[in-house]
């Protein structure tokens, strides 16, 4: 697509209902090892309109990816870049969504951008997404994902990549391993059929990583878990993510918390101290 075909996509908007329902929040709740939620009974936790809005695609409208196939009559644009990952979000919650409570998004696509970088082509496409329920606004999250080309091989014996400087000292933390079974169990829980989540020989042989890749959704959420675990009480109002580094199947990683005067710093980093993701909390 040229960039023409590509800022005509700007302004596509696509409208969706679903229902609160309880079942999604329990199964979460399972996924994070909770006996009990540390959320407000009676409602959804921040994120958790992840779980709903899933994607719809026959069988037949899949890619070799797993993902629906681009372009269309589905709202993002038909880029022919086989890489596609979720680079990060800005979230504002304005307001909480009570279980069992209908609710209604419309996504909207807010830019498009072409760029070059190290690793070649990429095109930058921003969502904004505002989920409503009872009449009134309840989060905006826009949501930035990138198509890129695929990266070049890894030099062998090249040298483990270096702990990265973290942005304070952390006061809370936490070293956790995902298994495929957790893996699984994400990927069943927001309908996301992306092969290098669960299918080893295509995350491997086709796309080039070295394991099962931990969806980016996935840390995120486990970070938000982190705060609440740790802050218990505290209404958060906003949240922003973003993306920095996989991180594989079975190996270690470490959540982080840094207290900030209106919220905290949090962020996973690698086995080797790298940053995977960084998130900023804010709080009332």
Known sequence: MDDAELKAWIGRTEDETDLAARGPLDRLTDLLDHTAPPWPAGQAPPLAHWLYFLPRARQSGLGVDGHPLRGG???????????????????????????????????????????????????FVTVRHEVSSGGAVRVVEEQDIVYREPPPPAVAGAPAPKADEPPAASVASRTLRADTVQ??????????????????????????YPGLVVHGPYLATLLM?????????RAVTGFRFRARSPIFDGAPFTLN????????????????????????????
Do not use: C
Request: net charge neutral; no cysteine; hydrophobic share 40%.
């Open 73 to 123: 009559d589905g709202l993002m644009p038909p880029v022919t870049l086989p890489r596609r990952m979720w680079a990060g979000s800005r979230l504002t919650f304005t307001g909480g969504i009570a279980i069992g409570a209908e609710i209604a998004r419309r996504s909207t696509i807010a830019d498009l951008q072409r760029k070059t970088g190290a690793s070649g082509e990429m095109v």
């Open 225 to 233: 878990d982190h705060f609440l675990r740790n802050r218990t009480g």
């Open 183 to 208: 893996l699984f169990r994400f990927s069943a829980l927001t309908f996301n059929s992306h092969r290098i989540h669960y299918d080893r020989d295509y995350a491997t042989r086709e796309e080039g």
């Open 257 to 284: 918390l840094a207290d900030t005067p209106d919220g905290a710093e949090v962020w996973a980093t690698d086995s080797n101290g790298r940053i995977a993701v960084s998130a900023t909390v804010t709080s009332a």
